[in-house]
């Protein structure tokens, strides 16, 4: 069974990147070179939120960033996902904006999927905050996906 991975907003917007600095290429050039050798490995998945947050981005990129998740499997924010997201916020392991990091981690867990990819290190793939968000997890009776910043096979 192939493992299944959850792509974070940054993921797209480093694909399709209009920034310059070295950072952001190196990025782009990394981004797009798991997606051409790797996505096929696995199940791909995102969510509406994904999407909300990409067509608030530059228009310039937004149908691009848009298209490369047409053939992944999209979640909806439940009542469930929402109020997870909210406890993850009040525990202070994310940002106190709604939805944003929070919701993505609380969709990726509530529906069990192994990985959540995302350039994001402050928040998301952060090693001080592993072990925090596993612990609750565990108290809300989830699993935890990897919270990766590259994924190899």
């Not at 350039?119 to 609750?136: G, S, V, Y």
Request: with cysteine; proline share 3%; glycine share 2%.
């Amino acid at each position: 069974m192939q493992k299944r991975i959850y792509i974070e907003t940054t993921i797209p917007s480093a694909y399709y990147t209009l920034r310059t600095d070295a950072v952001s290429l190196a990025r782009q050039k990394l981004t797009r070179q798991w997606w051409e050798e790797y996505a096929d490995l696995f199940t791909l998945t995102s969510s509406t939120a994904v999407i909300d947050e990409l067509e608030e981005g530059s228009r310039e990129v937004t149908l691009d960033r848009l298209a490369l998740l047409n053939s992944v499997e999209m979640f909806n924010p439940t009542v469930e996902s929402v109020q997870i997201s909210q406890i993850y916020i009040e525990k202070l392991i994310m940002p106190q904006k709604e939805g944003g990091d929070a919701l993505h981690l609380a969709i990726a867990s509530f529906h069990q999927v192994d990985i959540l990819l995302t350039w994001n290190c402050t928040h998301l793939a952060n090693p001080n905050k592993f072990d925090f968000i596993t612990r609750i997890n565990r108290e809300l009776g989830l699993t935890t996906p990897e919270l990766k910043h590259r994924v190899t096979t």
